[in-house]
């Protein structure tokens, strides 16, 4: 049983960006699946998807608390334009190096963002973030490994990474998009400090880190404000996928 | 003489007979997930805590728990799962440990303290953090040259 939902302007949208996020990535990187360079990863990308999906529906089924509606409903039932990702997770697979570096990117902005949450107001979504955070750190060391591995190397290995954090770099920061409702749920004490100054500590963070690998830190976000709302043919093509079989046969169950 | 029904220590006691799905060594109050037991005089209330938010076991424990108890105690029982405290891996009891150890599994540990379940020997390397299910780690034995999984500490 949740505590009732408080009368948070916001809490709806912060709750959509959150699932969106986790669901999305969870989708893309289980398109590793059976193909990930070696069997390891194979079954790592399995279970870091498996988290990750498993994190959305729990967050689903929060926001399906707070505004009454069915959380499966949310999940598949809206079209490509409704959903409120961040940019950064809408380039589809791509290479290894592709799918680690949006990693990286993503689940340092994401650790930032959850300690942001966690001594938040709303009891049922900072018990959440505790939990999720136990989670969250070995999916960040997983990824931090890897980025190291490849940024280490010289030839191949290296020019890939370098090639797809140039590629995601314009749209990096987009996790911090600013939300609609930001002030009144800073004010409420559901999200601890408003989104543009978690990006400023998490830019600190991943330069600190980037800076000795000597790899591109990524530029400002272009127009912030369309960082959760304008989203490429990749998502497009992925929605197709994760809705097909919800689709085809309506209100089912199993 | 009026039926008071069960108590709260009859319900864990039951309790301890039901198995976890994934690991059927250990009952769910050795996993330690019971969160709270709540006797009211038409039914039982059982909270537990997930070990991780996207546990694939939850609905079958749930119900497995929900029809234990029904056919034990003849009231409705309803479960529901809760994120009130964090599971975590030092929830797991002594005996717990133990049933893990015996059937293959290491149980949670930091990663420099890990043992191999199968020899003892401490020479064990993480081959993986990610095992075959959202719980456990994979590690290579050096002592007795098996690998084995243990479970994630959390």
Redesign the interface.
């Known amino acids: 049983m949740t505590a009732a939902a408080p009368s948070i302007a916001g809490l709806d949208e912060l709750l959509l960006t959150l699932a969106d996020d986790e669901f999305v990535i969870g989708f893309s990187d289980s398109e590793w699946t059976g193909i990930a360079p070696m069997l390891e990863e194979d079954v790592a990308m399995s279970s870091l998807s498996q988290d990750e999906l498993g994190h959305a529906a729990a967050l689903y089924g929060l926001l399906a608390e707070v505004t009454g509606q069915d959380a499966d409903a949310i999940a598949y039932d809206r079209e490509p334009d409704e959903y409120r990702h961040a940019r950064l997770l809408d380039h589809g697979r791509g290479d290894w190096a592709m799918t680690i570096a949006r990693r990286y990117l993503y689940e340092t902005a994401d650790a930032v963002r959850l300690e942001a949450l966690a001594d938040g107001s709303w009891p049922p979504l900072a018990e959440l973030v505790a939990k999720l955070r136990r989670e969250e750190r070995y999916h960040e060391m997983h990824v931090t490994t890897w980025l190291q591995r490849l940024a280490s190397t010289q030839g191949e290995a290296r020019d890939r990474l370098i090639v797809a954090l140039e590629a995601l770099g314009p749209h990096a920061g987009t996790v911090f998009t600013p939300l609609t409702s930001e002030g009144p749920l800073v004010e409420g004490g559901v999200l601890a400090r408003p989104m543009a100054d978690l990006e400023r500590d998490w830019r600190a963070r991943v330069d600190a880190a980037f800076e000795p690998l000597g790899l591109p830190l990524a530029p400002a976000t272009a127009d912030p404000w369309l960082g959760r709302t304008q989203h490429g043919e990749p998502f497009r093509w992925l929605w197709g996928e994760f809705t097909a079989v919800r689709r085809s046969d309506p209100g089912a169950t199993w | 003489m009026i039926d008071t029904g069960p108590s709260e220590a009859d319900v864990r006691a039951a309790l301890a007979a039901v198995p976890d799905p994934e690991i059927p060594v250990l009952s769910v109050v050795d996993l330690g997930i019971v969160h709270r037991v709540e006797v009211r005089h038409d039914g039982i209330d059982v909270a537990i805590l ?1 070990t ?5 076991a939850l609905d079958i424990i749930r119900s497995t728990i929900a029809e234990q108890l029904g056919e034990r105690f003849g009231r409705p029982v309803t479960v ?1 799962t ?7 891996s030092d929830r797991i009891s002594a005996a717990g440990r133990a049933a893990l150890r015996e059937a293959g599994i290491a149980p949670p540990v930091d990663p420099e303290e890990m043992r191999c379940p199968f020899c003892d020997s401490a020479d064990v390397v993480m ?8 719980c456990r780690s ?1 590690f290579y034995c050096r002592g007795c040259r098996q690998p084995f999984e243990a479970l ?1 500490s ?1």
């Open positions: 997930p991780f938010v996207g546990c694939p529901e809760t994120f009130e405290v964090p599971w975590t081959d993986s953090a990610f095992g075959p299910t959202q994979l994630k959390v």
